[in-house]
């Protein structure tokens, strides 16, 4: 059968991440399918193991830096996209974050006879109750929720849906292993830091300016109160910040595996780096961006109690400079570090909302002697008919 994963431009990585890990496990559980993954992300090269086959379409940043103009730009990509789709010919279309598209690209494809499934995080109530994201949802067969039940808050209008089912987080345990010091160890060998504590300062993927904004304000300070640190940023900012040398400058993707080397973390609050601190319990300072759809303030507000995390209730440099403080008194005890954490346990466990959202996506696909599409006879007739 084939897939077709779609994921959009963005700020940071958190769609393309839960995409590419979820095309882990299928392929873990039945690698005979054929996977396309189309993107307009500008992050890559992908790791090695994620050698899925992509069609990788430049986004608007890309365009507006080489001069096109967004008539221009708009109306090749959507034909790519559309051209993409239909050549492929996929049974299940799966798509996270944005059921239409940011610019609607995908309401076409969502009047073809093809199976789709969306992958939903947690988002700001106000925008996921409009009635415009309702209606984006209505050509979905499934509805996939990245989180456990009874942990996140839907829209009003999916609370009794039957469509909605939850995998719990869809998080990658990459590298992580249940014999914590021996990976520690193993990290900071092939890092070179010394016995020193080490912070790592990570703002998402990297296509944030506001997080560029205060980069410089935390690591001065860290470097003025003498700890040392590593900067990791994401695929998609390529240079070195000019706040950092290229000592402390750690361009990593993915970050996970790395992340028991450090004594502590001063962090964004995307779904995926706030995944992955939990399940590694270094002591952080979450820092919440705003965003349209992404809650990161209540996502911080949630794992507060859990013992690992404190909030930067600002990014002012008052506000900043004491979570700072409070993050180096913090990791100075390492018995405050953290309660263990609904993530925590082997490398399955942390595999397993990716592979409930592998075995639920499967499981929709046509078997055989049955119909690709997923419409019913009657629905199928005005099909025949306009094509007559």
Same mark, same amino acid.
């Given at each position: 059968?084939? &897939? ?34 189309v993107t307009r992300c500008e992050a890559g090269p992908y790791p090695k193991e994620d050698d899925v086959f ?47 598209? #940011? ?93 020193? #504590? ?16 205060? &980069? ?40 996970? #595996? ?54 930067a209730p600002s990014t002012s440099e008052h506000d900043l400079f004491d979570g700072l403080s409070r993050l180096i008194e913090k990791s100075s ?40 599409? #997923? ?14």
């Amino acid at each position: 059968m084939r &897939l077709l994963f779609y994921a959009t431009n963005g700020l940071g990585l958190g769609h393309v991440t839960r995409l590419l890990t979820i095309i882990r496990a299928i392929r873990r559980q039945d690698p005979s399918h054929e996977i396309l993954f189309v993107t307009r992300c500008e992050a890559g090269p992908y790791p090695k193991e994620d050698d899925v086959f992509t069609l990788r379409i430049p986004g608007p940043s890309r365009a507006r830096s080489s001069g096109l103009t967004p008539k221009s730009y708009y109306q090749m990509v959507h034909l790519l996209l559309w051209q993409a789709a239909s050549s492929f010919d996929p049974h299940l279309l799966v798509v996270d974050t944005f059921p239409a598209g #940011p610019e609607e690209e995908l309401t076409p494809l969502m009047k073809w006879p093809i199976r789709k499934a969306f992958v939903y995080r947690d988002s700001r109530a106000d925008a996921c109750n409009s009635p415009d994201f309702r209606k984006s949802l209505d050509p979905y067969q499934t509805i996939l929720v990245a989180h456990d039940a009874g942990t996140v808050r839907l829209p009003d209008f999916l609370k009794k849906d039957p469509r909605v089912h939850f995998t719990g987080v869809i998080s990658d345990g990459t590298g992580q292993t249940d014999d914590g010091e021996k990976k520690r160890k193993e990290v900071r060998d092939r890092l070179g830091l010394s016995g020193e #504590p080490t912070a790592l300062v990570t703002m998402g993927g990297g296509g944030d300016p506001e997080a560029m904004r205060i &980069l410089p304000t935390v690591t001065g300070w860290l470097r003025r109160k003498g700890v040392p640190f590593l900067v990791a940023t994401g695929p998609l900012l390529r240079e070195i910040p000019p706040c950092i040398t290229a000592r402390e400058w750690f361009p990593a993707w993915p970050l996970a #595996p790395w992340i028991p080397g450090f004594d502590m973390a001063v962090s964004s609050a995307g779904y995926n780096t706030v995944s992955e601190l939990r399940s590694a319990k270094i002591p952080s300072l979450l820092i919440p961006f705003a965003r349209d759809l992404d809650d990161q303030e209540k996502r911080v507000s949630e794992v507060l109690g859990e013992g690992w995390a404190i909030q930067a209730p600002s990014t002012s440099e008052h506000d900043l400079f004491d979570g700072l403080s409070r993050l180096i008194e913090k990791s100075s005890h390492p018995t405050e570090r953290g309660l263990p954490s609904p993530q925590t346990g082997n490398t399955a466990d942390r595999r397993k909302g990716a592979d409930r959202a592998a075995e639920l996506l499967l499981s929709y696909l046509p078997r055989k002697n049955e119909p690709d599409s #997923p419409l019913t006879p009657s629905d199928r007739e005005p099909l025949r008919a306009a094509s007559l």
